[in-house]
């Protein structure tokens, strides 16, 4: 409201509206309404453009009675100003993101608050809707029962105004779908779109007939989806209107039966939605056990980016305040990056939690072995095993970046879920058993010139003659192979992550551990034998400890790569 003095009503103050054509549509006079002016609204909504409407009311009354009249009372009466068409043109990498997203099985679903044709022109642009596939538009008019349990969704298709969809089951018509098929061939395509408009709309006020462009449609690829599909290969525009009206009757449970997870699963444009609907919407998936991600750039989509599960704010303006993230590049491309770093994140926590409880394992076990026969590792052991090699490679084998392509797959988001509680049990058990065994072939095949730990210690205290023996030797050694191995085995990089091999690093770290271990196995020198405390062993028994931490390798690898996949597709079966 303006105090405008040069007005040509003659009145002092002057009420200015904008928003939607429709809503201003009902806020003003009948008599100022062009009769063309779905006609126009139409031919531009269509072609993807933002339209706003404009209208004005002069305001005979003094200043305070204004500030004490409601606005409801004010916003009646108006006269229609015209309309504001603007164009925002779609920016070049939506439509490749959108695709990435799709190939990764992601679904893409639009929640706007512009105009329902509007939508479903940038939906068909951005790859949201594919090329082929039918559109229906639900919607209910203004002047339809003031009672919501008789509220009835009309669902047309959009470039077939003849062909709806049946209100309780959301299924399109069988019988219109046959008589489509039947008249229809890809010879006289353009005929019958000559003797039957492609769409018309009943208006909901006037009930006076809404004409929609022709659209560009390939016959020979149209038509032959569409009988291909005929049932399934469609999707839903639902308006705020009819949103309203089915939120509504959900609370009241006077749904049909499926009729509310059917419309959710089919629904992918939302068109002139309020931020309160956004965020309803949000939760709706969630119902569903779906994780839900929100983009949005501005006031109207706070609410919805804080119910998401991950809310990414595309401006530093007021929608940053409730996304958990802000993204400085002004497109969805943000998206696949953060699903790509989120993904290697979760695997990488993993897989380190996975090497670090096995490692602390493998380590425990080992001592209760030597300990059962009057040994330990010695104190340069410890400090190669720890220091030297768990803690930078369990510190490096994060650091991988992710993959490049986006994958279908998913990581698993269960810390304790049965193919991780397998795995470290699993690898547990087998270095374990190779412990035992490898004990046990030292006692069963000892070398020339053996003599026992329990031989060089008294039985009651652990004494350094205690350590440099046969025992301590051959644990030693079988422990960095299974060090080494269950760190390979662990370390996964596709789908999620890039090669091993990328992490210059890591990959100069793991030569350097495997290196190292092996010249301490083959030949060590003769300092770093007398610091580790190693006992020479024939060179008979050397091949032997490597075929024995080989196997042990080789079993881990089997085990993580083939049994714990064949246990989990077998338990995902039943």
């Known amino acids: ?76 009466k108006m006269y229609f100003v015209g309309l504001l068409v603007m164009e925002n043109k779609m920016k070049q990498v939506t439509p490749n993101i959108i695709h990435l997203l799709n190939k990764a099985d992601i679904r893409t679903v639009m929640i706007t608050g512009d105009n329902a044709l509007t939508a479903i022109s940038v939906g068909r642009q951005s790859g949201i809707i594919k090329p082929n596939q039918r559109i229906y538009l639900g919607d209910i008019g203004e002047r339809s029962p003031s009672r919501v349990e008789t509220h009835s969704i009309e669902w047309q298709d ?36 000559e003797e039957n408009p492609p769409f018309s709309r009943i208006d909901s006020k006037e009930r006076t007939p809404l004409t929609i462009p022709k659209p560009k449609i390939d016959p020979m690829t149209t038509i032959g989806a569409t009988s291909a599909k005929e049932t399934e290969d469609y999707i839903l525009c639902v308006t705020g209107r009819a949103m309203s009206v089915i939120q509504k009757q959900k609370e009241l449970g006077i749904l049909p039966h499926d009729y509310y997870e059917r419309f959710i699963s089919k629904a992918q444009i939302f068109a002139r939605m309020h931020p309160d609907q956004k965020a309803l919407l949000v939760t709706y998936f969630q119902e569903r056990d779906a994780v839900v991600g929100m983009c949005g750039d501005g006031a109207n989509d706070c609410s919805a980016l804080k119910a998401a599960d991950v809310g990414v704010s595309l401006s530093e303006a007021e929608a940053s305040i409730a996304a958990p993230f802000t993204s400085k590049v002004q ?142 030797t051959v644990m030693f050694f079988l422990v960095l192979f299974q060090y080494l191995g269950t760190f390979f085995a662990f370390n996964v990089s596709k789908p999620f992550r890039k090669s091993m091999l990328t992490n210059l690093r890591l990959t100069f770290t793991s030569i350097l551990a495997v290196g190292f271990s092996l010249m301490l196995l083959i030949k060590p020198p003769e300092f770093l034998g007398s610091l580790f405390k190693l006992v020479e062993l024939p060179l008979e028994w050397r091949f032997q400890l490597i075929c024995i931490g080989s196997l042990n390798v080789a079993a881990i690898f089997i085990f993580e790569k083939k049994i714990l996949a064949y246990l989990a597709n077998l338990i995902q079966r039943k």
Not at 13 to 40: M, N, Q, W
Not at 164 to 193: C, E, G, I, K
Not at 405 to 427: D, H, K, T, V, Y
């Open 1 to 76: 409201i303006v105090n405008d003095t040069s007005s040509p009503f003659g009145e002092a103050f002057c009420l200015y509206a904008k928003g939607s054509p429709e809503k201003i549509r009902e806020l003003c006079l009948p008599e100022t309404i062009p009769d063309d002016f779905h006609e126009v609204l139409n031919q531009y909504t269509v072609k993807g453009y933002r339209v706003l409407a404009f209208a004005l009311r002069p305001l005979p009354l003094s200043l305070r009675k204004l500030a004490q009249a409601p606005r409801e009372k004010l916003e009646t």
């Open 158 to 193: 959009y470039d077939f105004a003849e062909q709806t969809l049946d209100p309780d089951t959301l299924s399109p018509n069988r019988s219109m779908l046959t008589h489509l098929h039947a008249t229809v061939s890809p010879l006289h395509f353009s005929n019958y779109l």
């Open 331 to 472: 497109d969805i491309s943000c998206i696949v990056t953060l699903l790509q770093e989120g993904r290697a994140s979760l695997v990488s926590s993993f897989q380190a939690f996975k090497y670090t409880t096995v490692y602390s394992q493998i380590q425990f076990l080992s001592l209760l072995v030597l300990h059962y026969v009057h040994s330990d590792f010695t104190d340069w052991e410890y400090f190669y095993t720890d220091l030297m090699l768990f803690f930078p490679l369990s510190i490096l084998m994060n650091c991988t970046l992710p993959a490049e392509r986006l994958s279908s797959a998913q990581p698993s988001s269960n810390l304790l879920s049965f193919q991780m509680i397998a795995s470290i049990l699993g690898e547990i058990m087998i270095s374990f058993g190779f412990q035992l065994g490898s004990i046990a072939w030292l006692f069963r095949f000892p070398p020339a010139g053996f003599v026992s730990c329990a031989s060089l210690s008294n039985h009651s205290n652990h004494d350094e003659k205690a350590i440099g023996c046969y025992e301590n």
